[in-house]
């Protein structure tokens, strides 16, 4: 016990001895003597210093006896280090280590393992290494977490330890013992003059107060104003050191961040306005505190979001009336503070008082009244020489470019057009891009305003206009808007309105292109830009008046010519001139090199052409023929009519660039930039050649369709002629097969206009074209797929059933079979549901869970929705089965290549991608057709797809394009199919199919409900909707072609079979999802069916063993008796006489049930009520009051008087009141 009761002491001492000296060199920086007594007083007053007492007693409770005892031991500790030169050095650091090992031992002699915090730590704190003291406080926080960490785990441990100071009522309750005392300590830290102490103590509370969240903000307020308090007996130094350990304290907790989490989490905390109270009042202690204070808010608001700074820092108490005091004491500090607050916020406060102008402006701040009105903010700011005060540079930055700028727009007048290169320079570009590519400055802003006068001074003005686009992308290589994220360069470009400025624009660019006049005035030593982010706008061509223009400014011109055309409204003639000159300009740059020199002329032409005299790489030249083909397909979009077609004053782009093509390769020192292979060769002269002759058959004119037909093959022609140079070798099959076609399109038309008649053979090269215009859609540019859209828009008609089948089988393929597809798919169950019968006698748990039964052999072998007969081989799928490879990779190369890619491939994801994409455009196609015969075919085919779960798992963008389709183009469409186009059986089958698909349930899968995530169930919910959604509507459409169509009796009945199916299912099956609204809206709009199915449906209502659905399905009842007293001539005859015979019967069946039976819910005994009454009037409104009574049995009777009461009286005595009339 004794032994314990040392060590406790010897660590109490040591703790206390390093409080006091530690204190001493807080306080005391310059050695000075005291009073004895004083100091004694100042001991036993002072809270931090650490006991090995019960912490809740206070220092005045130790005994003297045992405080002497305490001494001694410090003493004899104090003379065993006097040896070791190490202690005589730094006495505090060596018992600080002798604290540390103490506890050591105290703690494994506890048996308790917890984390220790090693106070020697604080020694490097004030190294004037940075080094050092940075790695002291990462340690420092690193332990401290550990503890803290530990200490919330079981705090009565913690409690009942060792204490390194005294409890104090600081309200750190929440913290770790270690971490209250490292708090006190590292405030009373930043109070030292030792070497680099303040810096060191700061920087360890900046990061522990942002580490440890326990640390309450208001408790540290109050802890530093406590520790750092100023005491009338402090003089000089002591003064001084404790207000500027108070600012870097401050200083900390403004730079930990979280005073801005305060005000995140609780906007209407008041504890930032008393922080900024607090540093208002410190800035008045002394003359040098104003501008560091000022220097902590404006660090705080940094961190603050705008309406914090407006809510809370400038609502600050005190603040309105220092910036109100500034003007008349020239306080530089509230400017420096108002000027930095209003850059932050942007927004005209009147806290500020006229220290700035309101509303604020650069030119009101400048102007000579509000700068005599800080006159002697001016002078004061001279306070702090030889340093400059910080409200200068923000002078700086305002000033100086402000007005630079200021007199360029002052210039801008009077200032001609051929001088804007020398005013835009590289540099001053370069700046530019600098301050707008970073937003927090005042720059930015002004930047924006000369870049608006700029803007206003352009005008309408080409000159000005092309003048100013070519110096901002010339010196940003092209790329100014993309740099300085604006639209600066894009606005000015959609503003010409001119022939003759876009002329002017043209010919600057092909200048610019060929490097023509471009050397740069500018210095090649890129180190005298304003800073380094303006090499950014050089990128890889820093040199570029030496080297020549870079490929990303080539880029920007092609790019660039053709965009004019978007916006640009000029007559047909003026913008054919401008198309022509851009398509020559691409043409030239990107399908042609001079062998000789840069310069070729053409004697033919009367024209000059240059290139540049580096080569052209392929990259521009690609783009140039991209942007050509895009060029070409915008104008074939253009309405043409028949006679325009015919006009010789007609100018066509595509038959100028042909002629413009030919006249090029004719000259001997011109090449194409790449060379042709034989087969490509060939290719290129059929394309010219064909494309001559149907220019000749167009101009000679002929039926109106014929000539659009004509047209969309020359475009056709003219892309796949730039697209055989783009990609040598992969287009030369389809050049053959398109002249094949064309050359059988002359046939048909010459036949057509002998009136002969149309052979097979005239027909069957239909089916070629439709096969090669569906082998360019996959990966082909968008001009490519365009024109052949045009094609087959001009040549819809004529499609045949086969061919259509053809694209059709494309949207049903998968890389997948049905028959390969997981087991554990979440949407098996909708797989083919419009082709499958439903076996009702598998047991499986596929048939339990879907009610569909369709196994893998029915999901392979039923391809189509419902192609009627299977034996029909164009229209099953096993039809493929039959062709050779031949026919089969005629019919679908690209399909072919597909699966032999995914053969080659992991996963086959690229080639899934592929087909995706290539079903896309081949619907592009089908919505062409959809206006033609064959609707049907192609509905049948589409919901197949839709219904297909994998068609959506692979691509949801496929799956909302078919559904599109279907709901938009086909369902809800005004037109639908009529008269011979309809196949009867067809409808029939369809009809079924969506009854089906609408009366399914939704099934969960049976597996837990860990392994299906909220989304997965999400998703599959909302493709149910969907689904029964497109059935229901496909249900109403369906009925409407059939109600149009000239149906048989057998036909008709079996659509009546059809809806009694699904009402079966819906009175018998409690998981139907049928909703009566959906068949009452059938039989609202079809009433034949609801006049066919009275009896049937009255009889399911009596017989129905589900009470819930009886009383649902009296509204259908309701709706068929409306139809009945509604229909208008035989209908009404039959359907009164139907009534009379055996609805009556039928009717008083069902009203017994009802009565006899009346449901305990009461709203259902209303729904009963409803319907009764609605019976009795539609009987007594045909007169047949007396006969239903006669049905009626008397106990139905006694149970409807009971249950309806005068309802069911008054239409009972309406009978007697009627015997009575007829009696008199």
């Known amino acids: 016990m004794g032994s314990k009761k040392r060590t406790s002491n010897l660590v109490a001492e040591a703790n206390e001895v390093v409080g006091v000296e530690e204190e001493n060199a807080v306080t005391n920086p310059i050695k000075k003597k005291m009073k004895k007594g004083k100091e004694k007083s100042g001991d036993r007053a002072d809270g931090d210093v650490p006991t090995a007492s019960n912490p809740s007693a206070g220092t005045n409770s130790i005994k003297s006896m045992e405080r002497k005892k305490e001494r001694k031991t410090v003493d004899k500790l104090r003379r065993h280090g006097a040896s070791d030169a190490d202690a005589q050095e730094n006495p505090i650091m060596n018992l600080d280590s002798k604290v540390n090992e103490t506890r050591g031992q105290m703690v494994a002699s506890s048996g308790n393992a917890l984390p220790a915090f090693h106070i020697d730590v604080f020694k490097d704190l004030a190294s004037a290494d940075a080094s050092l003291r940075e790695a002291a406080v990462e340690r420092l926080v690193a332990e401290l977490q550990e503890v803290h960490r530990a200490y919330e785990g079981n705090k009565e441990l913690f409690e009942s330890g060792l204490k390194l100071e005294a409890e104090k009522d600081d309200g750190l309750k929440d913290c770790a013992p270690s971490v209250r005392y490292a708090i006190r300590r590292l405030v009373r830290g930043t109070s030292s003059s030792r070497e680099c102490a303040r810096q060191g103590f700061a920087l360890g509370l900046t990061l522990l107060i942002c580490t ?28 001084r050191d404790c207000l500027l350990g108070r600012l870097f304290s401050y200083g900390a907790l403004a730079r930990s961040g979280r005073l801005n989490e305060l005000c995140v989490s609780d906007p209407n905390t008041p504890i930032i306005k008393e922080f900024v109270s607090v540093l208002l009042t410190l800035s008045t202690k002394k003359s040098y505190l104003p501008e560091p204070a000022v220097t902590v808010i404006l660090e705080l608001a940094e961190k603050m979001q705008v309406e914090h700074v407006l809510n809370h820092i400038l609502e600050a108490p005190g603040l309105s009336e220092w910036f109100n005091d500034a003007v008349g004491a020239g306080n530089p500090d509230a400017l420096l503070l108002a000027l930095k607050v209003r850059e932050k916020v942007s927004v005209d406060s009147l806290n500020i008082g006229n220290i700035l102008p309101y509303p604020f402006s650069p030119t009101r701040f400048f102007s000579s009244d509000h700068l005599t009105l800080l006159t002697q903010c001016w002078k004061n700011s001279t306070s702090c020489q030889p340093r400059v005060h910080s409200v200068w540079p923000v002078m700086v930055n305002m000033i100086l470019p402000h007005l630079a700028l200021d007199v360029l727009l002052l210039l801008l007048p009077r200032l001609p057009a051929s001088l804007v290169p020398v005013v835009l320079s590289y540099k001053l570009v370069q700046g530019l891009m600098d301050i707008l590519s970073t937003k927090d400055s005042w720059l930015f802003k002004v930047a924006h305003h000369f870049f608006k006068g700029l803007s206003d001074w352009v005008g309408d003005d080409d000159v000005r206009r092309v003048a100013v686009i070519v110096a901002l992308q010339k010196h940003s290589n092209g790329k100014f808007d993309f740099i300085t994220k604006t639209k600066t360069v894009k606005a000015l470009l959609a503003d010409f309105k001119t022939e003759s400025g876009c002329m002017l624009f043209i010919q600057n660019l092909m200048n610019l292109f060929v490097d023509e006049g471009n050397a740069s005035d500018e210095p090649s030593d890129q180190s005298q830009t304003t800073d380094d982010n303006s090499e950014m706008g050089s990128l890889e061509d820093k040199d570029s008046g030496v080297m020549g223009i870079s490929d990303s400014l080539k880029s920007w011109i092609v790019e660039s010519m053709p965009s004019i055309l978007k916006s640009l409204k000029l007559e047909p003639e003026e913008k ?71 006009s010789s004053e007609f100018s066509d782009l595509g038959s100028f660039f042909m002629q413009f093509l030919s006249t090029l390769r004719s000259i001997p020192s011109v090449s194409l930039f790449r060379v042709l292979s034989d087969e490509d060769e060939e290719a290129y002269q ?17 039926p109106e369709d014929f000539m659009y037909k004509y047209h969309a093959l020359r475009y056709l022609l003219i892309q796949l002629l730039l697209q055989l140079l783009l990609h040598p070798a992969e287009f030369t099959e389809p050049v053959s097969e398109i002249i094949i076609c064309c050359k059988k399109a002359f046939v048909l038309s010459d036949v057509l206009e002998s009136g002969e008649d149309v052979s097979d053979s005239d027909v069957l090269w239909m089916d070629v074209l439709v096969d090669t215009l569906v082998s360019l859609l996959p990966q082909s540019s968008a001009p490519i797929r365009s024109a052949v859209e045009e094609v087959f828009r001009c040549f819809s008609y004529n499609v045949t059933h086969d061919g259509l089948l053809q694209m059709l089988r494309i949207i049903k393929r998968d890389l997948k079979p049905a028959r390969h597809r997981e087991a554990d798919s979440d949407d098996e169950d909708d797989d083919d549901l419009l082709d499958i019968e439903e076996d009702e006698d598998d047991d499986t748990d596929e048939a339990q869970t879907v009610e569909t039964g369709e196994s893998e052999e029915q999901t392979d072998d039923s391809e189509a929705v419902v192609e009627g007969d299977k034996e029909s081989p164009e229209e099953s799928d096993e039809s493929d089965d039959g062709m050779d490879d031949d026919a089969m990779f ?33 619907l592009s196609l089908l919505e062409i057709y959809l206006r033609r015969p064959h609707v049907l075919t192609i509905y049948s085919y589409l919901a197949r797809a839709f219904v297909n779960p994998q068609t959506t798992e692979i691509s949801e963008q496929l799956g909302q394009r078919i559904w599109g389709i ?255 009339k007829d009696s008199a």
């Open 212 to 239: 440890i969240s326990s640390i309450k903000v208001d408790s540290l307020l109050k802890l530093i104003v406590e520790t750092l308090e100023v005491s009338a007996s402090m003089k000089g130094e002591e003064v």
């Open 576 to 646: 054919f001139r401008v198309q022509k000159e851009i398509l020559k300009f691409l043409a030239v740059q990107g399908l042609f090199s001079a062998s000789l020199g840069s310069e070729v002329t053409s004697f033919e032409l009367h024209e000059k052409f240059r290139w540049p005299k580096a080569a052209t790489s392929s990259a521009i030249c690609k783009m140039c023929i991209e942007q050509m083909q895009s060029l070409l397909a915008s104008v074939q979009k253009m309405d043409v009519s028949p006679v325009l077609l015919q």
């Open 686 to 702: 059929k394309l010219q050649t064909m494309e001559a002759s149907l220019y000749k058959q167009e101009r000679r004119g002929g």
């Open 890 to 922: 005629k019919m679908d190369t690209y399909l072919a290549q597909i699966f032999k890619e995914k053969k080659n491939q992991a996963g086959g994801e690229t080639a899934q991608s592929q087909l995706v994409l290539f079903k896309l455009r081949v």
């Open 966 to 1220: 279907l709901n938009k183009k086909i369902v809800k469409s005004k037109e639908y199919p009529k008269g011979a186009d309809v196949d009867n059986v067809l409808l029939v089958k369809l009809l079924e199919r969506n009854l089906k698909l609408a009366s399914r349930p939704f099934k969960k899968k049976k597996s837990s409900a860990a392994d299906q995530s909220k989304k997965k169930q999400s998703a599959a919910w909302k493709r149910h909707k969907m689904l029964g959604s497109l059935a229901q509507d496909s249900t109403f459409w369906i009925l409407k072609v059939i109600d149009a169509s000239n149906f048989s009796e057998d036909e008709r009945n079996s659509v009546f079979h059809a809806v009694k199916n699904l009402l079966t299912g819906y009175f018998c099956s409690k998981k139907c999802p049928i909703k009566s609204g959906f068949v009452r809206e059938v039989f609202r709009r079809r009433p034949w069916i609801a006049h066919n199915l009275f009896e049937f449906l009255v009889d399911q209502c009596s017989s129905s063993k589900l009470e819930f659905r009886r009383v649902e399905a009296l509204e259908l009842v309701i709706e068929v008796l409306k139809s009945m007293i509604s229909s208008t001539g035989s209908d009404n005859k039959a359907a009164k006489k139907m009534l009379k015979t055996q609805g009556i019967q039928k009717l008083s069946v069902l009203i017994k049930e009802l009565v006899t039976n009346m449901p305990e819910k009461q709203s259902r005994q209303a729904d009963v009520r409803k319907f009764c009454g609605k019976v009795f009037q539609t009987i007594s409104a045909n007169n047949l009051t007396k006969a239903f009574l006669k049905e009626l049995m008397p106990e139905a009777q006694t149970a409807c008087e009971s249950h309806l009461g005068e309802l069911f009286l008054n239409f009972k005595n309406g009978v007697q009141q009627q015997k009575v």
